[in-house]
Structure formats: C-alpha cells, structure tokens
C-alpha cells in the first residue's frame, strides 16, 4: 500500500474516532467552537492546527468534534478552538500543540497501518457499546 493511500485509510477511521468520541450514546455532540448539538455523522473531524501538518495530524488532542460551519466556514475558528484547548486540557496546551505542529515528521505505511488499527478498535468499540454494530 502507498503512503498515500495509507494516510487516507486512517484518516477516514480516525475521523470517525473523534467525531464519535465528541458524541453521546444517541450519537449526538456539541460543535468544540460554537457548542451546536449535532449527531455525530453531520460534523467534522476539525484540526486545531491543520491537517497538513503530519506531526499533529492524528493527535487527538488537536481534533475535535466540530461543525461544518466552524469548521469550513468559519476557517477552523482557530483563536476559538485553541482558547477552548487550554480551558478544557490545561493553559499552553494550544502552545504545545502549534509548537508540536512545526516538528518534521514522517510515517512509514507500517506506522500508518498500526494507527489505523488502533483507531478502527477503538471505533468498533465506541459503536459496539452504543448498540451501533
């Protein structure tokens, strides 16, 4: 498998992570920028800092359940977003993470293929409990 199409595979199943983490049992979530309650296959896996940036591409702290509005509309609600990061995960969590973003990072297909297989567990378990099969 390419490397690209490995980053893809993953981003897919970690997208679906973090949207279901952000949501409740009846898959409903609050948007991390504006707090809009959405279900969970409506949002947006939105990056803190972007996703170009492979470091911090598949941190989960640095993704969270976001609306579409915020998230592509509103270009992330960047200031929003890294305000709420330090308020919920400790002041200079937003630092460390954009400090994080700029270190150069590479991942093998076989780097790629472990965290998608993490990820796939975690969101096989999320939905198992859920009753989602």
Do not use: P
């Amino acid at each position: 498998m390419s490397i690209s199409k490995a980053k893809k595979k993953l981003d897919t199943v970690f997208s679906q992570f973090i949207r279901l983490r952000g949501s409740n049992d009846e898959g409903y979530g609050h948007c991390f920028t504006c707090d809009r309650l959405k279900h969970w296959k409506e949002v947006h896996c939105g990056h803190f800092m972007s996703r170009s940036k492979l470091s911090t591409r598949w941190m989960e702290t640095n993704c969270q359940f976001q609306c579409a509005k915020c998230n592509l509309y509103g270009a992330g609600e960047q200031f929003i977003f890294g305000s709420k990061l330090d308020e919920f995960h400790g002041e200079g969590t937003a630092e460390a993470i954009l400090i994080a973003s700029n270190q150069m990072r590479k991942f093998s297909v076989h780097e790629l293929e472990e965290m998608y297989q993490y990820y796939k567990n975690r969101v096989d378990e999320i939905k198992e409990s859920r009753g989602m099969g």
